[in-house]
């Protein structure tokens, strides 16, 4: 992972910024079943736990919702300035 910053990273048209958040929002969808499935997979009973994998998913599901905000508002700037 390079550290550019996020604003760098995401197109600065119109067009690519909906492409960008169409991305983003399959990713995170795929995101969220992920989780939903390592939590549905663990068994108590049976000592059967993914108690990191879950932290790990949840992080980078935040990372996702975070870029997806970012690509929102300045989708939203550059509707403005038209």
Do not use: W
Not at 7 to 13: M, R, V
Request: hydrophobic content about 40%.
């Amino acid at each position: 992972m390079t550290n550019q910053p996020e604003d760098e990273s995401l197109p600065t048209d119109i067009p690519g910024l909906e492409v960008a958040l169409a991305g983003l929002e399959e990713r995170l969808a795929h995101s969220a079943s992920t989780i939903r499935e390592l939590m549905e997979s663990e068994d108590p009973a049976r000592g059967v736990f993914h108690a990191a994998a879950i932290h790990e998913a949840k992080q980078a599901h935040m990372v996702l919702r975070y870029r997806q905000d970012f690509c929102r508002a300045r989708l939203a700037r550059l509707r403005s300035q038209e």
